[in-house]
């Protein structure tokens, strides 16, 4: 099968007033076209900072990235966006939705970005796909954690996304709603064929994932295909 | 805990500060100028008038005045002045000037001060004139020149810089040129018409002035004579600085109103976000009014801090003034410290700050312990009656500061009344327009200038204030341009060939057909040819009127007592008039008794009187009994003769008078040419060119703009701190925003634009509702006060509205530059912890 992501001898360093603090080092794995990938360690292994890294969402160290065949390193950071833009869909913890847009305006964002005309058709199909067909004007503040998650849900999908990141998407919501998140995470990425890589502490959402890597202090320990694959 | 809390909030704190240094400079300049202005007249005042007191009037002494003026020791110095025509004959040109011909050893006090020093002593001796200097400059005169007045030529013996009675403001108008008395008669100049002021000089530093004019005054006034004494001098001069000086003080007070605004609007979001810290401090044990004075004690440091620093650059700033001013001050000011500029500067920085932080403040004291587990608990409800009484003491604190400062309560009242209209309004306008454009903005617009404009709302917007501010600034300096733009049209003439621009004044009668002989022959149109005879009121109804003058109730306005009136008689109203009452009366019998007269309604409202009433004039020694006929409305803006009394025909005829020409000479050329040989044939007569005048009143105008245009300039600047303040106060949610978008795919110029836009949507919102607002109070200005019609002028839209967005374009994308700069890791690492 196709490597949609190919990482190898990843390192990043930090650096606060002299001191230097390696958060990665000699990282290296690589990830099929559609399938699924959880990502765990406890905090501070350097989860969110891979992920990000992953995405172009920041400058490497050392080694490579090679995201939807186009190498990382040798993109500046608008070529990057216009990856992102066109190939990534990105869910956070915190939903990071605009405040000063209704949940329609939220969706509808990325294709905008793109120049998509009638981009609020397409997104009124997904919030009706995430089942918020009655909330297109609603915003975020009017909306609930999981309300909020899953329109953070039908904005990723928006541009069809190759692959998703998603970082913790059920650690701000109860048990019962980051379930039904959870659910309509995987359907919709079965539906689209869209690559998916999960943050995540919960261990029974990375058991769902076909592979499972799991970080600590900066490296690799495990990394596993999962007995449902 | 105060200081602690403080100083890990030092920058955002700083920032509020700067609100309200702005103002506070402002305020102090102005009130320490004031101050030392009033101090330097009554330091100067024998100085400003160069005697201890002078007896004024229209004629020379009469008899009973010289006897008058014998009993007092007898004048020192005396002094004719007026306006004439002077022919400097180096290069041909002519000038109206103030001819002040002196004799005696005048001034007492101060000095005439001159280029040589030594002409100021020399000129009397010499029999030479001292000229203006800046005329001297315009017609590059020297010292050894000749200056030719009616009809005799005087060495020019030194410019002249300074003089006792003579203003900067004054000498633009008509240049002073002293030369001895002596001369005065044989130079023809002192004819019937002439208007002559005649001044008695006297030097006695030990005389009670207050009694002395309180004996004299009536006597002189019933001679037609006046007595001004130099504290009189400096008290009406203190005033006239006083009302301006309070003027500016408002403009500086609303700068510093805005900017504490400014602080109300940044303290509620500083406080919001403190909110959090003082429940843990409430559930760590705090109390109430530990909690509420940590911040308090924070606002009111920062508001002393404010204040010295605001004192400081306002006593710095109050430097330049004397340079700025300097056109409108009769003498050089000696700029000192003012204490109470300085109390009222520490002071108001800490009140203003406190009180408009109040507001805010007041939400920490009913901050409940819960809402650390609860944050969403709501405190407005309680704090609400709390609300209510800060208002009020703001409100009162405005008033009662605008009453010091104006000293009366209506005025005060209708200050707070204004400003609470005027920030009404903007404050309306600008949610009215934002709400507006936010609902019916186009939605085919691209994402990026929807979404820049949807950042106006972001929570905890400073978007109102920041129109307020910049809506203010706009206002104050839109309305100026509208203002002076319609009254500069009021002024300004037809340019037609029918239309007068050049006025012939003094023509006697025995000179009418030379005149007319000089300008018909030259292709020139005589246009008017106004008779005019001089005379004074006698009695009015049945009173004498100086039986008026002694009843101190009286509601007969002074001056119709005391003037000189220069009525002409014709059988026909012209375009500036309107009849209001009455009846026009073309023509009278000669012999009648009672005469039917013509009033304009001022000299009616002024005077008491309507139609049917009497007047007795004394017509240059021989009394006429008149009758109100009709009362008429003058455009006294209009560029032409107009007059407050007019007869019919039939009366005046053969009364002493002189006549006023005018015509029309096309161009600058043939105007001074006929100017030229005007002067010297006929060097009685003053001209008074219309070109000059209008240019005249244009840089008046100007130089009155200037000083305004710079204390609204403190407000816009204020508007400037408030939105760099709102910038920084939302830098953390703006680069959450865009590294959000950049995260979703968004390009640098994509952000870059929506920034823009947001900043562009902000100017333009800002200075367009102040342009528009100026527009209408310009209208209601021109409307009801000037009664002119309102042509507005393009400068506003194309240079103000225009600059003031990039202004505000610049300062925003300036202040966001880090924004960009963020890497989005970053961002979303902070969020994740």
């Not at chain 2, 100085?47 to 003026?69: K, W």
């Not at chain 2, 013996?157 to 008509?174: H, M, N, Q």
């Not at chain 2, 330049?320 to 920085?349: D, K, N, Y």
């Not at chain 2, 109070?777 to 009664?787: E, N, P, Q, R, T």
Request: glycine share 8%; proline share 4%; net charge neutral.
């Amino acid at each position: 099968m196709t490597k949609i992501l190919n990482v190898h001898n990843l390192k990043k360093v930090y650096t606060s007033g002299s001191k230097k603090l390696t958060v990665l080092d000699n990282i290296s794995f690589s990830i099929e076209a559609g399938s699924s990938f959880a990502i765990v360690g406890p905090s501070g292994s350097g989860k969110t900072t891979l992920l990000g890294l992953c995405a172009g969402l920041d400058q490497i160290d050392e080694g490579t990235i090679t995201l939807c065949g186009e190498d990382l390193n040798g993109l500046n950071e608008d070529q990057r966006a216009l990856l992102r833009n066109e190939k990534v869909g990105f869910i956070f913890q915190d939903f990071q939705l605009l405040p000063t847009l209704t949940a329609l305006e939220n969706v509808s964002v990325p294709l905008e970005l793109q120049g998509v005309k009638n981009a609020s058709k397409d997104a009124k199909e997904l919030l009706d796909k995430v089942g918020l067909g009655s909330r297109y004007d609603h915003y975020p503040s009017q909306l609930s954690g999981g309300e909020q998650q899953r329109v953070a849900l039908a904005r990723a999908f928006s541009t069809k996304p190759e692959i998703l990141f998603a970082d913790e998407p059920t650690g701000n919501l109860d048990e019962e709603t980051g379930k039904k998140v959870i659910k309509l995470l995987f359907d919709l990425n079965k539906e689209m064929g869209t690559t998916l890589v999960i943050v995540t502490h919960d261990l029974d959402l990375a058991r769902l994932n076909q592979h499972v890597l799991r970080l600590k202090g900066g490296k690799i320990v495990i990394n596993e295909t999962t007995a449902i694959s | 805990m105060a200081w602690r809390d403080g100083k890990a909030s030092g920058k955002r704190l700083l920032l509020f500060m700067a609100s309200i240094i702005l103002g506070i400079s402002a305020v102090v300049s102005i009130q320490s100028f004031s101050n030392n202005l009033k101090e330097n007249i009554g330091l100067q005042s024998k100085a400003l008038m160069g005697a201890d007191f002078l007896i004024d009037s229209n004629q020379p002494a009469n008899e009973r005045v010289e006897e008058l003026m014998d009993s007092l020791g007898g004048a020192d110095a005396k002094e004719v002045n007026f306006a004439s025509m002077a022919a400097f004959l180096k290069n041909g040109n002519t000038k109206l000037v103030q001819v002040r011909g002196i004799d005696g050893n005048f001034p007492f006090y101060g000095e005439l001060e001159t280029e040589p020093a030594s002409a100021a002593n020399s000129y009397q001796e010499l029999g030479g004139a001292l000229v203006d200097a800046t005329a001297m400059l315009q017609y590059n005169l020297q010292p050894g020149d000749s200056v030719k007045l009616g009809d005799i030529t005087f060495p020019i013996v030194g410019s002249l810089l300074t003089a006792p009675g003579s203003t900067a403001i004054g000498a633009t108008a008509a240049p002073p040129i002293i030369v001895p008395f002596r001369f005065m008669e044989r130079s023809g100049l002192l004819q019937r018409g002439s208007r002559l002021e005649y001044n008695y000089y006297f030097k006695n530093a030990t005389i009670d002035l207050k009694q002395l004019d309180k004996m004299v005054d009536p006597m002189l006034d019933a001679e037609n004579a006046d007595m001004d004494t130099h504290t009189d001098t400096s008290e009406r001069l203190g005033r006239r600085y006083d009302n301006v000086g309070r003027f500016l003080n408002l403009v500086a007070f609303i700068a510093l109103l805005l900017g504490c605004v400014g602080i109300a609007s940044s303290v509620h979001i500083y406080i919001k976000e403190k909110l959090k810290a003082v429940a843990v401090l409430k559930c760590l044990g705090a109390t109430r009014k530990q909690t509420f004075m940590i911040f308090l004690l924070q606002i009111a440091g920062m508001g002393l801090l404010g204040g010295l620093i605001g004192t400081v650059i306002g006593l710095l700033l109050q430097q330049t003034f004397p340079l700025i001013l300097q056109e409108f001050l009769p003498f050089e000011v000696e700029i000192s410290t003012s204490f109470q500029a300085i109390f009222v500067g520490l002071s108001l920085g800490v009140i203003m700050s406190v009180l408009f932080a109040l507001s805010p403040l007041i939400n920490t004291w009913f901050v409940s312990p819960l809402q650390v587990l609860r944050v969403q608990e709501d405190t407005g409800k309680k704090s609400r009656p709390y609300q209510l009484w800060v208002m009020l003491t703001i409100i009162l604190f405005v008033f009662w500061f605008a009453y010091w400062l104006l000293g009366r309560w209506t005025f005060a009242a209708g200050f707070v009344l204004g400003i609470l209209v005027t920030f009404s309004i903007l404050g309306l306008v600008s949610i009215g327009f934002m709400r507006l454009i936010k609902r019916y903005f186009p939605k085919s617009w691209s994402f990026a200038a929807r979404q820049s404009l949807l950042n106006l709302f972001r929570p905890n917007n400073q978007t109102v204030v920041l129109i307020l501010a910049i809506g203010i600034g706009t206002f104050l300096i839109s309305t100026l341009y509208f203002t002076k733009d319609f009254l500069l049209a009021k002024t300004a003439f037809e340019t037609n060939e029918q239309s007068p621009n050049l006025i012939l004044f003094d023509v006697q009668t025995d000179q009418r057909n030379e005149v007319a002989n000089t300008i018909t022959p030259k292709g020139l149109p005589l246009i008017d040819n106004i008779p005019i005879v001089t005379m004074r009121l006698e009695r009015i109804k049945d009173r004498s009127v100086n039986d008026i003058r002694l009843d101190t109730t009286t509601r007969v306005n002074k001056w119709i007592l005391n003037h000189e009136f220069r009525t002409t008689y014709r059988d026909s109203m012209i375009g500036s008039e309107k009849l209001l009452e009455g009846e026009w009366i073309e023509r009278v019998d000669p012999n009648a008794k009672v005469i039917p007269i013509s009033l304009a309604n001022n000299v009616a409202n002024d005077a008491l009187v309507t139609i049917g009433d009497t007047l007795l004039f004394n017509v240059q020694g021989k009394l006429m009994t008149t009758v109100v006929g009709n009362i008429r409305q003058v455009d006294w803006a209009r560029m032409q003769l107009n007059f407050s009394i007019v007869f019919p025909q039939g009366v005046l005829e053969n009364a002493p008078q002189f006549h006023v020409l005018t015509t029309n000479a096309p161009d600058k050329k043939s105007s001074a040419n006929l100017q030229r040989e005007l002067v010297r044939k006929f060097p009685n007569v003053s001209i008074i060119d219309l070109r000059q005048v209008v240019s005249l009143i244009e840089n008046i105008l100007d130089k009155i703009s200037w000083v305004i245009t710079f204390m609204a300039f403190f407000s816009i600047l204020t508007g400037i701190i408030v939105l760099i303040g709102s910038v920084r106060n939302s830098k953390y949610q703006r680069i959450r925003e865009s590294v959000l978008l950049r995260t979703l795919g968004a390009q640098s110029k994509q952000i870059l634009k929506i920034n823009a836009l947001e900043y562009l949507f902000l100017g333009i919102l800002g200075s367009g509702v102040g342009v528009l607002l100026s527009l209408l109070s310009s209208f209601l200005l021109a409307y009801f006060v000037f009664d002119t019609p309102f042509v507005p002028s393009y400068v506003p839209f194309i240079i103000l509205l225009p600059g003031i967005t990039l202004l505000v374009l610049f300062i925003g994308w300036f202040n966001s530059r880090g924004i960009l700069k963020s890497p989005p890791l970053e961002v979303l690492r902070k969020e994740g912890s």
